[in-house]
C-alpha cells in the first residue's frame, strides 16, 4: 500500500478553472506538507500542517487554499488557475516536523 | 531562516568512476541534513539522513554523506557509479530548536546526474 498517496496524478486544464488535489496518508503521521515542484525541477514549501493546524504558509498567491480535514488528509485547492501554476505538487507527511519526510508520488498539473 | 546550496546543477560521468556532490548549508544552529533522490518521473526518495552521532552516514544503494560541522557540509559521496543513479538529487535542511520543534524541509536547488554507460 502507497504510504503518501495523492490523486489525482495528472491533470490538464484550462486557465481560470478551479481545481484540487487530495492527499492521504496511512502512515500515522502528525504533519502533513504540499511542495511545489518548478520546471526546473527546484522545490519550495508551500504549507505544512501539523495535527490538522496550520504552521507553515510560505508565500504563496492566496488562490491556493489548503483544508486538512483530519491530520491523515491534506487536500490543496487552487482557485483561478494561471499557466504559472503548472508544475508538480508533492504532498508529504513526517512523523513530527523535523523528521524525515515521505513523499507522495507526485501531481503534473499543466494549465493551458 | 536556513538555506542549502548544491554546487554542481548537472554532472556526468562514466559507469565506474567515483561520485560526489557539493551541499553546503547556511544556519548556525543545530540542523538535520538529508540527501533525497529522484529518478525520472518518480517521486522523492530518503537516502540517507543525518541527525546525530556519526557524521559519517551509510544510506541506501552505496551512498553515504559526510556532515562538517565547521564546513556547514553535507557532501554526498558514492565510490563507483552505476547507469542506474542517473537521477536528480536534492539536498535538504531543517533547523532544529531547542523546545523540539523543527521548519519544514529547505532544498537545495537539486544536481543533476547522468552516468554514461
Known amino acids: 500500500d502507497t504510504a503518501v498517496s495523492q490523486t489525482p496524478k495528472y491533470l490538464v486544464t484550462q486557465m481560470g478553472n478551479d481545481k484540487s488535489i487530495k492527499c492521504e496518508q496511512n502512515l500515522g503521521h502528525d504533519t502533513m506538507y504540499w511542495y511545489k515542484q518548478d520546471s526546473k525541477k527546484f522545490l519550495k514549501i508551500m504549507f505544512s500542517?501539523?495535527?490538522?493546524?496550520?504552521?507553515i504558509n510560505e508565500t504563496v498567491p492566496n488562490r491556493f487554499s489548503p483544508k486538512s480535514p483530519d491530520k491523515a488528509h491534506l487536500n490543496l485547492h487552487i482557485n483561478s488557475l494561471e499557466l504559472g501554476d503548472s508544475a508538480v505538487y508533492f504532498c508529504?507527511?513526517?512523523?513530527?516536523?523535523?523528521?524525515?519526510?515521505?513523499f507522495g508520488e507526485g501531481s503534473w498539473l499543466t494549465v493551458v | 531562516a536556513q538555506s542549502v546550496s548544491q554546487h554542481n546543477h548537472h554532472v556526468i560521468l562514466s559507469e565506474a568512476a567515483s561520485l560526489e556532490l557539493g551541499c553546503n548549508y547556511s544556519?548556525?544552529?543545530?540542523?538535520?541534513l538529508f540527501w533525497y533522490v529522484q529518478y525520472p518521473g518518480q517521486h522523492l526518495q530518503l537516502l540517507l539522513k543525518?541527525?546525530?552521532?556519526?557524521?559519517l552516514v551509510k544510506g541506501i544503494k552505496g551512498f553515504e554523506a559526510e556532515f562538517i560541522k565547521s564546513k556547514f557540509s553535507f557532501n554526498l559521496r558514492k565510490p563507483s557509479v552505476q547507469w542506474s543513479d542517473t537521477a536528480e538529487y536534492f539536498c535538504?535542511?531543517?533547523?532544529?530548536?531547542?523546545?523540539?520543534?523543527?521548519?519544514?524541509?529547505?532544498f537545495g536547488k537539486g544536481t543533476h546526474l547522468i552516468i554514461q554507460p
Open positions: 535538504a535542511v531543517n533547523a532544529r530548536y531547542s523546545g523540539g520543534g523543527a521548519d519544514g524541509l529547505t
Open positions: 543525518y541527525f546525530s552521532g556519526d557524521p
Open positions: 500542517y501539523n495535527n490538522k493546524e496550520l504552521i
Open positions: 544556519y548556525g544552529g543545530t540542523v538535520n
Open positions: 508529504a507527511s513526517s512523523r513530527q516536523t523535523g523528521n524525515t519526510i515521505y
